[in-house]
């Protein structure tokens, strides 16, 4: 039978409309980047046809041949570039992995400690509206109140209270350099599992500008689609003595068949992440964050823990405008054609959908090739539209600026 011809106008005009938008606008959403036009052909691959139930060697279904190598590539060079024993590269999402290695090390109603998520933490740490919270006793600790930053004797304190069954370290909001080692000591003064949800720096650790969890954790969990830069979705890496149990989770715990396509894009994407050229792209997504947050705090911003270590920092509006929301200001930002979203400040005191801060992130302008001076600009053009967020004209003309600014650096000018 021949291909449907219908021509499908309306995916194919959306489509043109979104590489406008990637292209001549700021994305400057922490989670977000721009992948690779390899990872991307790969996610397009005849990949997609495949079912594999399954691991490589043991799967349901005939005609794994060439997927089982497929698979086999990604875990090898995932292992290899993040030094751990045993990799799972089959959850389709961060949120997928995490709760597989739940259900593998623990039992309804177990104890875990996770850091809050009005503090930084992730809706798979425990929150009530998420399954993990719905099916586990979490326990949230938090940033200190003077710092803003994790404060491992309250965490331990908490510990030895909760004797929890798992530690969960790692965040989604959070601009700090994570120290895996104080987490184990923690961990293992009360006999506890270790998990450390790389899901944000990923990308860091494997261009070796943050610490490597691994060697501290009995798991880490990630997503691909976030500074790692590659396809969406997510990645288990455990101690030999976990392998087991977390495969069994994922398939037939969590999941179904595997989206083999997926695992060729995470594949490539490993491949590029132990490149030199990577080593660069991470130092220089942390040095933009840190460019980007001094020009922020000369523009009247007050940055949450005073600065950022990482690929990310939380602004508080507060400082720049009594008023100002994060609801606000991420609408009328979008106007301008710079991305980012609203997030709770540490104790805010405006609603989570409403907020009184900013989370802005480098990874995708970086990948796009902007560096310090681009920085300095966007702080500018943010602090602008903010100033003037009443006046539709001034903020369209910012608009045009930040079209002028974008395109030099567009990362798909082809499409
Ligand atoms: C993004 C994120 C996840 C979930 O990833 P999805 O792919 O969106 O499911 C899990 N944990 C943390 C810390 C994250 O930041």
Not at 178 to 185: G, L, M, Q, T
Not at 227 to 245: M, N, Q, V, W
Not at 312 to 336: N, P
């Amino acid at each position: 039978m021949p291909w449907p011809t219908l021509p499908d106008d309306d995916i194919v005009r959306l489509t043109e409309a979104e590489v406008i938008r990637q292209n001549t606008a700021l994305q400057l959403i922490a989670s977000e980047n721009f992948a690779s036009p390899a990872v991307m052909r790969a996610t397009g691959s005849v990949f997609t046809n495949k079912y594999s139930e399954g691991y490589p060697g043991r799967r349901y279904y005939g005609g794994n041949q060439v997927v089982d190598e497929v698979e086999e590539l990604a875990r090898t060079r995932v292992c290899a570039l993040f030094g751990a024993d045993h990799a799972n590269v089959q959850p389709h999402a961060g949120a997928n992995a995490n709760m597989a290695v739940y259900q593998a090390l623990l039992e309804p109603g177990d104890t875990v400690l996770g850091l809050s998520l009005d503090h930084g933490g992730h809706l798979t740490h425990g929150s009530p509206v998420n399954s993990s919270g719905l099916m586990y006793n979490f326990i949230g600790y938090r940033v200190s109140e003077s710092d803003e930053r994790l404060e491992m004797d309250a965490v331990a304190e908490l510990a030895a209270k909760h004797r929890p069954k798992l530690i969960v370290a790692g965040a989604t909001a959070y601009p700090r350099t994570i120290e895996p080692e104080p987490f184990r000591k923690v961990a293992d003064e009360v006999g506890a599992l270790l998990m450390f949800d790389a899901a944000h720096i990923a990308g860091l650790i494997a261009g070796g500008v943050h610490p490597n969890p691994v060697p501290f954790c009995d798991v880490v969990t990630f997503t691909t689609h976030k500074t790692l830069r590659g396809p969406r979705g997510g990645c288990i890496l455990s101690t030999s003595e976990h392998a087991a149990a977390i495969d069994k989770a994922v398939f037939p715990g969590q999941q179904g068949g595997p989206q083999e396509h997926s695992i060729a894009a995470k594949a490539v994407a490993f491949a590029e992440a132990s490149t030199e050229e990577f080593k660069v792209y991470s130092a220089q997504i942390v040095a933009n964050a840190s460019a980007l947050a001094e020009a922020l705090a000369g523009e009247g911003f007050r940055l949450v823990s005073g600065g950022t270590d990482n690929h990310l920092m939380l602004v508080d509006l507060r400082s720049f405008d009594e008023e100002l929301t994060g609801k606000e200001a991420q609408i009328v930002l979008d106007e301008a054609g710079i991305t980012l979203n609203r997030n709770s400040i540490p104790d805010d005191p405006r609603s989570p959908f409403v907020t009184s801060g900013l989370r802005i992130g480098t990874p995708a302008v970086t990948t796009q090739g902007m560096k310090e001076p681009e920085m300095a600009e966007i702080a500018r053009l943010m602090a602008a539209t903010l100033r003037q967020r009443t006046d539709a004209a001034a903020v369209a003309s910012l608009r045009e600026e930040v079209r002028n600014l974008c395109e030099p650096f567009a990362p798909y000018p082809e499409m």
